[in-house]
């Protein structure tokens, strides 16, 4: 699983190595259907504070992309 942000790759992980533990769901998680949602969190302890923030604010995506 490789996530891409501008054409900056910022995360990678083996989807053989995303196994949920004994009794948590399916063993393989990323092995089964999967749906995306898109969210933009505000705030908290890695956001900072939103203080100087202009609200109200636009989340706008140009493209997703999946592929396998």
Known sequence: IRLYIDSE???QQ???ACRNPEG???QYPFRH???LLLN???GGQSG???EKT???ARFL???VRVYQ
């Open 54 to 56: 202009h609200f109200p």
């Open 14 to 16: 083996s989807v053989e």
């Open 61 to 63: 995506i140009d493209y």
């Open 33 to 35: 259907e999967q749906y």
């Open 48 to 50: 900072g504070s939103l």
């Open 9 to 11: 790759l910022v995360n």
């Open 40 to 42: 933009l969190a505000l």
């Open 24 to 26: 948590f769901g399916a």
